[in-house]
């Protein structure tokens, strides 16, 4: 497990902005935080990184946004709405988690995996998944902490 502190949004966002600009077609990228703990602000730096220039917002009410003009095409996922990997299935979010031509990356991240240990993680899904967990230290102060499971 890796951890990060950042000290402002712009220190997320480039956190964000480095995987972009690293990421492979087929990546997962799963966030699990609090509200407000800088889980879209990570995404943005994301997709920056990709070089997607259309606006990233938090679909939380639409549950996904599609970004295409960037290096690889970028689906942003928002789980929070949703109770259970049923009520996503039932909402036919289910085949993003498979798809691999682009990057997928998905707020709430367990509400589709619940809680399971890694070796459960790795089980579910074919490829490179990174499970991020963000935690607030202070108003502008987060702890990123993320490990990488699949074939990296």
């Given at each position: 497990?890796v951890t990060?502190?950042?000290?402002?949004?712009?220190?997320?966002?480039?956190v964000?902005?480095?995987?972009?600009?690293?990421a492979?077609a087929?990546?997962?990228?799963?966030f699990?935080?609090?509200?407000?703990a800088g889980k879209?602000?990570?995404v943005?730096?994301?997709?920056r990184?990709?070089g997607?220039?259309?606006?990233?917002?938090s679909?939380?009410?639409v549950l996904?946004?599609?970004?295409e003009?960037?290096?690889?095409?970028?689906?942003?996922i928002?789980?929070?709405?949703?109770?259970?990997?049923?009520?996503?299935?039932?909402?036919?979010?289910?085949?993003y988690?498979e798809?691999?031509g682009g990057?997928?990356?998905?707020?709430?991240?367990d509400r589709?995996?619940g809680e399971?240990?890694?070796?459960s993680?790795s089980?579910?899904v074919?490829?490179?998944l990174?499970l991020?967990r963000?935690?607030?230290?202070a108003?502008?102060e987060r702890?990123?902490s993320?490990?990488?499971?699949?074939?990296?």
């Amino acid at each position: 497990m890796v951890t990060i502190t950042s000290n402002s949004a712009a220190d997320t966002a480039r956190v964000g902005e480095c995987w972009g600009q690293s990421a492979t077609a087929g990546w997962l990228i799963g966030f699990s935080g609090d509200l407000g703990a800088g889980k879209t602000q990570l995404v943005k730096g994301f997709a920056r990184g990709l070089g997607v220039t259309t606006t990233v917002s938090s679909p939380t009410f639409v549950l996904i946004h599609e970004h295409e003009g960037g290096r690889l095409p970028l689906w942003h996922i928002d789980l929070y709405r949703l109770r259970d990997r049923d009520e996503i299935i039932d909402a036919g979010i289910g085949d993003y988690f498979e798809e691999q031509g682009g990057v997928v990356v998905v707020e709430w991240i367990d509400r589709w995996f619940g809680e399971m240990d890694r070796l459960s993680f790795s089980r579910k899904v074919a490829g490179k998944l990174r499970l991020v967990r963000i935690g607030v230290i202070a108003e502008n102060e987060r702890r990123i902490s993320y490990e990488d499971i699949g074939d990296w």
